[in-house]
């Protein structure tokens, strides 16, 4: 099983960046997906949520109305568009597949916002 995380990078506050998770080894479709964020000396933090059909998402107070969570069933992929960037969203972004019978990480990517 293979979660791996791309798009990270370092931006200016205010700038966008669209994170893309592709999973492989499970059956994706069947697994609801979410991001979480880690930052220097921080608790990881659950950032966005999305159902295995991609009707129902969820999000931190954090980034709601600023981050959108979708997935492309048919490319294993789960990507995380994130917008007005902040310096406090500065982190490594994770994602998580959450199956039946057994969840997998992703190595993460770094994301850093300047001021």
């Known amino acids: 099983v293979q979660l791996v995380e791309s798009g990270g990078g370092l931006v200016q506050a205010g700038a966008s960046l669209r994170l893309s998770c592709v999973a492989s080894?499970?059956?994706?479709?069947?697994?609801?997906m979410a991001w979480y964020r880690q930052g220097t000396g921080k608790q990881r933090e659950l950032v966005a949520t999305?159902?295995?059909?991609?009707?129902?998402?969820a999000y931190a107070d954090s980034v709601k109305g600023r981050f959108t969570i979708s997935r492309d069933n048919g490319k294993n992929t789960v990507y995380l568009e994130m917008n007005s960037l902040k310096p406090e969203d500065t982190a490594v972004y994770s994602c998580?597949?959450?199956?039946?019978?057994?969840?997998?990480w992703g190595q993460g990517t770094q994301v850093t916002v300047s001021s």
């Open positions: 998580r597949s959450v199956g039946p019978v057994r969840n997998y």
């Open positions: 080894g499970i059956t994706f479709s069947i697994n609801a």
């Open positions: 999305i159902s295995s059909d991609g009707t129902t998402t």
